[in-house]
């Protein structure tokens, strides 16, 4: 692995179903981030965890729920799928304290609810 | 509220010079990037700005106003593969991106 992985690249999903989104990333860094990104709007964030153990609640956390048991992966997943979370899914991380903090994303997941 | 905004789209021709603004109103101010984004991609770094200035990065360069709350992001010989969307976004004080829509800047010959 090298950088950032997500997984499934994309899904069609029923509304109603649960479904768990897969966020890998190699390089060490500690803090992680979930964003929605939809046609018109900027990347919208929907939790981070600043390091493994902690998660906190971004702009749009509801239907969402996170969690980081260790610091390479970092899980999303949606209880009861509604069609409002049709949306493109990128996955991000940075390496917190360390100069310009810049976040490396992964090459996302397209999701639809039908 | 927070606030970024940016054009919605331009377009410029091969070789030229472009510059895509943005400007900010937001709670605190930790920092200032640029992203770029290719169709169907992730979202890819370019660069950051926190003190005022110019910041030349080969053929781009960003400049910071923070007085003014203005940024804007310099795109020089412009090549196809340019082509892209434009994510400016800030840095606020709690140490969270805010983003703005991006600026879908469209590349002709």
């Known amino acids: 692995i090298a950088g950032i992985t997500q997984a499934p690249t994309s899904q069609i999903l029923a509304a109603g179903r649960r479904m768990t989104l897969r966020c890998t990333q190699d390089m060490r860094h500690n803090a992680m981030y979930w964003y929605r990104q939809d046609l018109g709007l900027g990347l919208r964030l929907i939790h981070y965890s600043n390091t493994a153990g902690t998660t906190g609640k971004g702009e749009v956390p509801d239907g969402y729920s996170v969690s980081r048991a260790n610091t390479d992966d970092f899980p999303l997943t949606l209880a009861s799928a509604v069609p409002s979370q049709t949306s493109v899914y990128f996955c991000a991380s940075s390496d917190e304290g360390r100069g310009v903090n810049e976040q490396f994303f992964g090459p996302g997941t397209r999701l639809t609810v039908l | 509220g927070q606030n970024i905004d940016q054009p919605t789209e331009m377009t410029a021709t091969e070789g030229a010079i472009v510059q895509i603004n943005c400007t900010y109103q937001?709670?605190?101010?930790?920092?200032l990037f640029w992203y770029q984004q290719h169709a169907g991609e992730a979202p890819t770094f370019l660069s950051y700005n926190v003190l005022d200035g110019l910041e030349e990065k080969g053929r781009f360069s960003s400049f910071l106003s923070r007085s003014k709350g203005y940024s804007y992001l310099l795109l020089k010989e412009l090549q196809m593969k340019d082509s892209a969307s434009y994510l400016c976004?800030?840095?606020?004080?709690?140490?969270?991106?805010?983003w703005g829509a991006g600026t879908k800047l469209i590349i002709k010959p």
């Open positions: 937001t709670s605190g101010f930790n920092g």
């Open positions: 976004a800030v840095m606020d004080s709690n140490y969270q991106l805010i």
